[in-house]
């Protein structure tokens, strides 16, 4: 009987969704910890990933779809995936609600200068100093624009925002007045108050943020980066702040993760840092799953994945 062996436990309902949908599959929980080698190479669905099992997921000659429980998939193996004809579908949408909240949790601190504010309470001082502005009328630069990007304008909006996005192909999106595509950075940049960062992360995307990305910026502007640590090369974004062209960075994700406890950032007032935490929410595993089992739907009965497959040619 062919498996499904997933790394997470469902919930009873969901479970006998699954087992409704595919009632000739066996449905095997095992936690990460706990998963060996044989079952790696035994499993025809994998609901999950560690890194510790790509080796024996590339050469199993049964596995044919990988659920990623995360959005971003650049460390899978999907060149051997690819090799095997092997499918891999990612969470993206699960965190569009989380993290388009964590963005505007972060620019409002930082417009309200509520981050001084809270260091001042730490050190038990009555401290007015800051700057005191207002989202509204300012001009949001979205660089990224899939679930959580659209997610981020439609609030940019309801904040009265202006919304400038950034994407590969410059296909209009929903909530954002001006589309761009990557090679027009430098006049979008040129327009922002804010720039947020939610690319995912490929060749291509790399230090996307670098000492010209910045330098196309609005003196000013505040950097948000809810991305992939290794878009911004780190020492361009701390030169950035240093030479005032940001006014301050909420920074979510890093190069190197965790943030060295000796790095500069820490100690730097005009900076929020959040240990990556920005897609954590307690709808996650629901959500997931639902993905999981729209795409079971269509795998049994042959049809192409309706959700979140990864395109193997673009890595996401």
């Known amino acids: 009987m062919p498996t499904i062996l997933t790394l997470y436990e469902f919930s009873d309902e969901h479970a006998k969704q699954i087992r409704d949908i595919?009632?000739?599959?066996?449905?095997?929980?095992?936690?990460?910890?706990?998963?060996?080698?044989?079952?790696?190479?035994?499993?025809d669905i994998l609901v999950g990933w560690n890194?510790?099992?790509?080796?024996?997921?590339?050469?199993?000659?049964?596995?044919?779809?990988?659920?990623?429980?995360?959005?971003?998939v650049d460390y899978f193996p999907m060149?051997?995936?690819?090799?095997?004809?092997?499918?891999?579908?990612?969470?993206?949408?699960?965190?569009?609600?989380?993290?388009?909240?964590?963005?505007?949790?972060?620019l409002l601190s930082m417009t309200r200068s509520v981050h001084l504010n809270i260091r001042s309470q730490v050190r038990g001082?009555?401290?007015?100093?800051?700057?005191?502005?207002?989202?509204?009328?300012?001009?949001?630069?979205?660089?990224?624009?899939?679930?959580?990007?659209?997610?981020?304008?439609?609030?940019?909006?309801?904040?009265?925002?202006?919304?400038?996005?950034?994407?590969?192909?410059?296909?209009?999106?929903?909530?954002?007045?001006e589309m761009y595509k990557t090679d027009g950075i430098e006049e979008a940049f040129g327009?922002?108050?804010?720039?947020?960062?939610?690319?995912?992360?490929?060749?291509?995307?790399?230090?996307?943020?670098?000492?010209?990305?910045?330098?196309?910026m609005k003196k000013g502007s505040l950097f948000i980066n809810v991305g992939r640590g290794p878009s911004v090369d780190?020492?361009?974004?701390?030169?950035?702040?240093?030479?005032g062209t940001l006014s301050g960075a909420a920074l979510d994700v890093f190069e190197?993760?965790?943030?060295?406890?000796?790095?500069?950032?820490?100690?730097r007032e005009d900076v929020i840092i959040t240990p990556h935490v920005a897609g954590n929410t307690d709808h996650y595993d629901v959500r997931a799953t639902e993905i999981f089992i729209d795409n079971l739907k269509a795998f049994v009965k042959g049809e192409t994945l309706p959700r979140n497959l990864v395109d193997y040619s673009r890595k996401y």
């Open 125 to 177: 001082k009555w401290d007015k100093s800051g700057t005191y502005g207002e989202a509204a009328g300012r001009t949001m630069v979205i660089v990224g624009t899939g679930h959580i990007g659209r997610a981020t304008a439609k609030l940019a909006k309801a904040f009265g925002m202006h919304t400038i996005g950034v994407r590969h192909s410059g296909r209009p999106e929903e909530y954002i007045d």
């Open 256 to 267: 190197q993760e965790p943030l060295p406890e000796d790095h500069p950032l820490w100690k």
């Open 191 to 216: 327009k922002g108050d804010v720039i947020v960062n939610i690319l995912p992360l490929t060749d291509d995307t790399r230090h996307f943020f670098n000492a010209d990305s910045f330098g196309y």
């Open 22 to 43: 595919a009632p000739d599959y066996e449905l095997k929980t095992v936690p990460i910890k706990e998963v060996t080698p044989e079952q790696i190479r035994e499993a």
């Open 79 to 106: 060149d051997r995936f690819a090799e095997k004809n092997v499918l891999l579908t990612n969470s993206g949408g699960v965190h569009a609600i989380p993290i388009s909240e964590h963005i505007f949790a972060v």
């Open 234 to 243: 780190t020492d361009a974004l701390v030169a950035a702040l240093d030479s």
């Open 51 to 72: 890194r510790k099992m790509e080796q024996d997921a590339v050469e199993s000659d049964k596995l044919k779809w990988v659920q990623s429980w995360s959005a971003g």
